[in-house]
């Protein structure tokens, strides 16, 4: 069943959103090259309990930190460990939170130093394609619009983009109706409303769209091992179209 959240309730989240976009933005600083995912870890925990808010994730279906880190070929879920980053390297920050019983969601891909025009395109095309995404939130229009447009201009960059994992509505909980894929046809699935706040979130492979659990239990990366991206926001549908609410 899709939720549908009042003014209040939008409004809480949005406080919600603009918390967790600090606490992101904070956290891209710490990125470089020696800290470990760990570290990482440790201090996003630190920030969002400084705020006043709730890790989203620590203790959601037994996960057992309250970041998401995944590296390289890993697209999520990825637990923080002792794995020290390194030059090169991309790394996906998914971060949430819980501000007055609400759940916000966010995601970000980012280089590790300097690192190669192949992973820099990668994470301009996911970036991109979560602003094209975005602008096909309007009441009216349907889930499959989303996923058909963001699938459209991924394929015309040479990627593919992830099919067994894909976005989801949000609020009380983390993960409600609707799910929202990355790929589609246009017109189909759930019509959005004004009210409804979903996560869009592409998920991009530079190669094989085809993932395996890694081997922490939790985390997904590609079978190919090619190199993997992930952009994600919170957006509530209004009447006159989409407000990115984890908007940094």
């Given amino acids: 069943m899709i939720s549908i959240k009042t003014p209040d309730e939008i409004a809480i989240m949005r406080e919600g959103g603009h918390m967790l976009a600090r606490v992101m933005k904070d956290l891209f600083q710490q990125v470089k090259p020696g800290i470990t995912t760990e570290e990482l870890d440790a201090y996003a925990e630190s920030q969002i309990l400084k705020a006043g808010c709730q890790p989203a994730f620590k203790g959601y279906q037994g996960f057992?930190?309250?970041?998401?880190?995944?590296?390289?070929?890993?697209?999520?879920?990825?637990?923080?460990?002792?794995?020290?980053?390194?030059?090169?390297?991309?790394?996906?920050?998914?971060?949430?939170?819980?501000?007055?019983?609400?759940?916000?969601?966010?995601?970000?891909?980012?280089?590790?130093?300097?690192?190669?025009?192949?992973?820099?395109?990668?994470?301009?095309?996911?970036?991109?394609?979560?602003?094209?995404?975005?602008?096909?939130?309007?009441?009216?229009?349907?889930?499959?619009?989303?996923?058909?447009?963001?699938?459209?201009?991924?394929?015309?960059?040479?990627?593919?983009?992830?099919?067994?994992?894909?976005?989801?509505?949000?609020?009380?909980?983390?993960?409600?109706?609707?799910?929202?894929?990355?790929?589609?046809?246009?017109?189909?699935?759930?019509?959005?409303?004004?009210?409804?706040?979903i996560c869009i979130e592409p998920m991009i492979t530079a190669g094989d769209w085809k993932l395996e659990k890694t081997a922490d239990g939790f985390g997904f990366a590609t079978k190919d091992h090619s190199l993997s991206c992930h952009f994600e926001d919170t957006i509530a549908i209004g009447p006159n179209g989409p407000e990115v609410l984890t908007k940094v």
Wanted: net charge positive.
């Fill in 64 to 197: 057992p930190k309250t970041l998401c880190t995944s590296l390289n070929d890993e697209v999520v879920h990825a637990v923080p460990g002792r794995r020290a980053l390194k030059e090169g390297d991309i790394l996906t920050l998914d971060l949430g939170l819980i501000w007055q019983r609400f759940y916000l969601d966010m995601a970000r891909t980012m280089p590790v130093g300097n690192v190669g025009m192949e992973a820099m395109h990668l994470i301009h095309t996911t970036k991109k394609a979560l602003r094209l995404g975005i602008k096909k939130a309007r009441p009216g229009n349907t889930v499959g619009d989303i996923g058909n447009t963001v699938q459209r201009f991924v394929e015309r960059q040479g990627y593919n983009v992830v099919r067994n994992l894909c976005g989801h509505g949000i609020g009380k909980e983390l993960h409600e109706d609707p799910q929202i894929p990355n790929f589609g046809k246009r017109h189909i699935g759930a019509k959005l409303q004004e009210g409804m706040v």
